[in-house]
């Protein structure tokens, strides 16, 4: 399967960890997307990278989040200090040069802080 | 925060009928998408509009856009239970295509 992929699938944490997802998006997508998504919400948007570059990051991205993407390929967002309001599903997506106007979502990183 | 409210919130049918939801949004578009998103999985991409065009089918899907309303219709034709999911609209404004959901209906689809 070439789809998107998020590692882990599932973290459960107690407050106050760090903790790391990582996302290795369809092969040769520039784009790259996480959002956050609470139980019974829409997913909401944290950041983007094009290629390596971070272009965009939601007001919801507070200081404790960072997300990198090194050499263009995977991402991963850490969570330093979690907090119980961090609970959420973690869902990265990633879109091609040539229609990037379609985002394949990966199957998504359920977080649960204790 | 959200750009669109979705309307139901949930939608119970039987297999064989259609099932029909809307989405309102707040600001102008480059496109309307919808996604399908299974019991805590991944969402799937369904059918996207662009804001000049109006209307667009796929298989038993038919989305309209009416960009005076800032509003869209899903149509789900001889729905199955394969349907049941929570189906997303999410919209694009802007060059980073970032999409912006609304909050989902969902739709249990009964044999």
């Known amino acids: 399967d070439t789809g998107v992929s998020q590692d882990p699938r599932h973290k459960i944490t107690k407050r106050g960890q760090n903790v790391t997802f990582r996302c290795d998006p369809i092969?040769?997508?520039?784009?790259l997307y996480w959002y956050r998504q609470t139980l019974g919400q829409g997913p909401e948007f944290l950041t983007y990278?094009?290629?390596?570059?971070?272009?965009?990051k939601s007001r919801l991205l507070s200081d404790r989040f960072s997300a990198e993407r090194p050499k263009g390929s995977f991402s991963t967002l850490e969570i330093q200090r979690t907090e119980q309001g961090d609970s959420a599903m973690y869902l990265c997506?990633?879109?091609?040069?040539?229609?990037?106007?379609?985002?394949?979502f990966g199957p998504g990183t359920r977080l649960l802080v204790l | 925060s959200q750009q669109g409210e979705e309307d139901p919130q949930a939608l119970s049918i039987q297999e064989g009928e259609n099932a029909t939801m809307n989405c309102s949004y707040k600001?102008?578009?480059?496109?309307l998408q919808w996604y399908r998103q299974n019991s805590g999985r991944g969402l799937v991409h369904l059918i996207l509009?662009?804001?000049?065009?109006r209307e667009k089918h796929s298989g038993r899907l038919r989305v309209t856009l009416d960009t005076s309303k800032k509003s869209s219709s899903l149509l789900i034709t001889a729905s199955r239970a394969a349907d049941t999911a929570s189906y997303f609209c999410?919209?694009?404004?802007?060059?980073?295509?970032?999409?912006?959901f609304g909050s989902g209906t969902r739709l249990l689809v009964r044999p």
């Open positions: 990278f094009q290629n390596e570059a971070q272009l965009e």
């Open positions: 092969s040769e997508h520039n784009r």
């Open positions: 600001t102008s578009i480059n496109n």
């Open positions: 509009i662009r804001s000049n065009e």
């Open positions: 997506a990633s879109s091609s040069i040539a229609y990037q106007e379609t985002q394949y």
């Open positions: 999410a919209t694009a404004m802007d060059s980073s295509y970032k999409l912006i």
